[in-house]
């Protein structure tokens, strides 16, 4: 029979078992760790219809869709984890409790050119409130402290969660009437610590503005220090506008309550220039960079947006959220050596039976399930050697051989697969030892 | 602004946060079991090539499949999760431990006309064992034992795991010299139930078979009794074939590894009908009925197997392995009402804070995640009736209240939200009482 190649498609990240229970490990760490703040699950379908999922996109995000037709139908595999949200809140809006706390962990589709770590199918894990009219400040500290504990929880600490307020960079372009100009602005300025104040300046000034709004602008991109000294500083720095002056109240509200949450000066910071795309944000900005990976790009992001669902409905609903992108994450820290994980097996011990008849080990392996342990039962036909091999490769951390003798007395020879020590213990002690 | 309709597909199933709590449930349930007999998890792409993805399949399987186009490819939404597994243990195959038990959950899709609990997008939740070059007839005993298992830690009692072999079946084709017309055959005695033995007869001699030979087939599947008696009647039949005597030595055997599990005869019988399609299976199958409710259809089936990944090499990979429908199984036990939940909040607790300054409400919070309690912490500007409100709509079961009195003197009140019981105690109080 003529053969056709075993293949997955580039882009497309498929694991080893060992890599596999990693990466779900860290799948269940972020989905307790959000459940622990109370925002509750959805789960909605990775096909809908195109014109619902493509009725907000537009440019980049239509060229990379997976779009197709089925029978009568145009359907697109969803592209990320926030339009659905939007679909669902308006379609399911009168059976839904607001603030509305949900999160969704799942797949999403993007046909982008494949690089290294860079995905096509890959995990988002979001998180989002929403606000039946209004929403609370609160929410938008809720958020870094929920980044904060979730990575703290992968066992990370090298990281820290990034904050601004889109309304003060806006402000800020109005103060000075280059409103039209932010995007090259924004290009601009993103470059400084590249190309150094003066070039900026040069750069700034083939734009058109006049030297006041360049230092201006200069004196904003250079204001630094921990969160308190930033929010002084934006106080002092004498611009005077309406929607720079509430972004800077909610910017430092957002702070009084991570600081009343209890998190350290080492997890967040203030960066006033980060901005996060330039249409769907309309307050908080969130980046979160490991610490001197910055070019690794952000773990996690997300923001306060106005309305979330206006392609859909009348209803205003505010909202904030984040996005950890996993796959990515799954990458990043695997490149960087920074993933730390309790155990790469499944099963925490193996019974292996010497006799031919395997109703004692059965009984044995029974006796260590009912007691919640995953256990691994070798009931192969193959020599001690396969049968240890086996254990080894799956790394196994305990086993129980079970022979003639172990059946006569009841004492089971139990063996510590790393260090290799082995003693009789009845099933009892086994039970206490592994449940230590 | 036109609004765009927010609708989700007919087929494609969505669920209201307090509908997903309990999905979610279960779908843990079932990875936890498979976990604790040691299956290892894998998570294959939901889109593959076309041609790796259908080397195997023709047919009904064809016309329901999402394909399309993207670029120059050819791609196709995985319509199960075997095929995904006979690719993946083809592809990986120098870097797995054999015997290779794997767990795979995840969606499927499938575009079949939508009907009331059938969907186009569902949740496969599959194990497998597969043998390099051979398999102990051990697994075909611990698959039922997994289901017997899975059903019972999802609270279901009323289920029974119907066993037969294929071998036995197709022997007793042999035997009668009607191997080219075992479909018909099936068909025909698939219905005695409903047509009574008469019309059986009358049926299998319009093709063409001698009295003999109808006898033989009206003997064979009027046994009945519990798994020992049907063995024992099975020897006695007068049936001579070597395939139906090798069927037989299996079911013998894998009966025998039931009895050594200890499961009771009231969850699993040997039914000689199953056949389960007629290609694909090539020993022990397998189906799972809600008792009273066969009409239903079975909730978890499977089999055998010699030879899984034929279409990608010319290994000889032998398996055994079972799939539970988890969208269906959902559908099915929420008609019988047989969803048995712990509790369908996510957050145990809410802190509602009477103050304007949440920090103590913050502080409290923060103690109660500490200790691996998942909280809510309500700081929306809203009256007290609408934060209780809040609670009771997220069936929160308890509430602490924190008001100037519970600052001062560190009492907080903790209301029982199902019984409406109050009463004040320190958080060290309100933890231990949380944890028991």
Known sequence: ??????????????????????FNQMKETIQKTYEKYGFLPIDTPVIEASEVLLAKAGGETEKQIYNFKKGENDLTLRFDLTVPLAKYVAEHYNQLTFPFKRYQIGKVYRGERPQRGRYREFYQCDIDVIGDGELSLFFDAEMPMVIYNTFKALGLDEFCIFINNRKILEGLFKSINA????????????????????????ELKTLGLNNESINTIINFININGNPLEILEKLENIGIDNPEFNLGKEELKKVIQFLKAFGISDKYFAIDLKIARGLDYYTGTVYETFIDGHRDMGSICSGGRYNNLSDFYTDKKMPGVGISIGLSRLYFVLNELNLIKVENKSISKVIVIPMTENFSYSIKVANILRENGINTELYCENKKIKAKFKYADKLKVPYAIIIGEDEIKTEKLAFKNMETGEQDSFTIDEILTLLKN
């Not at 497309?12 to 060992?18: G, I, K, S, T, V």
Request: proline share 7%; net charge negative; hydrophobic share 35%.
């Open 1 to 22: 029979m003529e053969k056709v190649q075993p293949k997955t498609l580039p882009g497309f990240m498929e694991l080893l078992p060992e890599e596999q229970i990693v």
């Open 179 to 202: 409103e039209n100009q932010k995007i090259e602005i924004m290009r601009i300025i993103d470059k400084l610590e590249k190309i150094g104040e003066e070039n900026t300046r040069k």
